[in-house]
């Protein structure tokens, strides 16, 4: 069996830029929202231009040519609520 069946992928994804947040919508059916600094980005970062690419794994920023790996973002957050 391959992980890729088991990892969750963005099928959406777009920016707030208001609250500053990116809301990624995921394969699953649940919604991220991570911050630009859970990225490792500055919070003034431009995500507007968020492509999503190799097959939802993956999120583009090309206004910053800076990638994220969705299954990585999706761990991040579920570590850091479960520190909290």
Do not use: H, Q
């Not at 992928?9 to 991570?34: H, M």
């Not at 920023?61 to 990638?67: L, M, Q, R, V």
């Amino acid at each position: 069996m391959s992980w890729k069946k088991y990892e969750p992928r963005a099928i959406a994804a777009k920016y707030d830029a208001d609250r500053k947040p990116l809301v990624i919508e995921l394969s699953t059916g649940a919604e991220l929202s991570v911050t630009p600094n859970l990225l490792g980005l500055s919070p003034d970062a431009d995500l507007n231009d968020v492509e999503i690419t190799g097959g939802g794994f993956d999120l583009y920023f090309s206004k910053i040519d800076e990638g994220a790996f969705v299954p990585d973002l999706c761990r991040s957050a579920f570590d850091m609520r479960a520190a909290a």
